[in-house]
Every structure is written in C-alpha cells, then in structure tokens.
C-alpha cells in the first residue's frame, strides 16, 4: 500500500481556483490509479475525479467536469487536482485516493474500490 498526504487546500472566492497535492510513499506509484473524492458536511463522500498509471486517462464528475483537472507527476510520486471556476457547492473536504490498478484503462473506480486514503484536505468556497 501507499500513504497518501494531501495539501493545498484553502479558503477562496467563488469564481477562484486551488490546486491540491497528494504526495505518496512507496515505490509503485506508476502501478496505482489515483483518485480524488470530496465529503461536504452531512453528505456522503462522492466521487470527483481519477486517473490511469500512466496519466493517459482521466474521468470526470458530472458536476466538475469543465472546471478541475487532475494530473500526475509520477516522477514526483505526485498527483494534483487543478481546480478551477470554483462554487460554495465545490465546499469539502478532499480526499486523495489510490488502487493498486498496474493496466492502461480506468475501470471500477468507486469508493469501495480505493484501499488507500490521505487525510483529507479543507477546501471552502465563499460566495
């Protein structure tokens, strides 16, 4: 497994953008899927967005889809989420995420599906 500690959350205006970090331990990161998934309060904890190994394939939440970008630095056992045109509703916190997944396409990436967590990260949207 890997550990997974995430930052550059924040407060910032609606309309603003953040990009978060998520730093991972261990030697095989190129062999994990990476996600990232967001909790706001008394609401269950939802998907947002992951990417392959290799970075080649990305998807999307249908509510942030156009706005954040996730990447990774494999090199820098580094995985981002550039968020961009934020809204109050966009207020979390964030959670990075990763499945031992060494194959080129993205399939089964739920919550379930994740067996390593960071501890999350506080992003709040003012209006």
């Known amino acids: 497994q890997v550990q997974l500690v995430e930052s550059g959350g924040g407060l910032v205006q609606a309309g603003g953008s953040l990009r978060l970090s998520c730093a991972a331990s261990?030697?095989?990161?190129?062999?994990?899927?990476m996600g990232w998934f967001r909790q706001a309060p008394g609401k269950e904890r939802e998907f947002v967005a992951a990417?392959?190994?290799?970075?080649?394939?990305?998807i999307y939440a249908d509510s942030v889809k156009g706005r954040f970008t996730i990447s990774r630095d494999n090199a820098k056992n580094t995985v981002y989420l550039q968020m961009n045109s934020l809204k109050p509703e966009d207020t979390a916190v964030y959670y990075c995420?990763?499945?031992?997944?060494?194959?080129?396409?993205?399939?089964?990436?739920?919550?379930?599906?994740?067996?390593?967590w960071g501890p999350g990260t506080q992003v709040t949207v003012s209006s």
């Open positions: 261990g030697r095989t990161f190129s062999s994990y899927a």
């Open positions: 995420a990763a499945r031992f997944w060494p194959y080129p396409v993205l399939a089964g990436m739920g919550l379930a599906d994740f067996s390593s």
């Open positions: 990417i392959s190994r290799s970075g080649s394939i990305t």
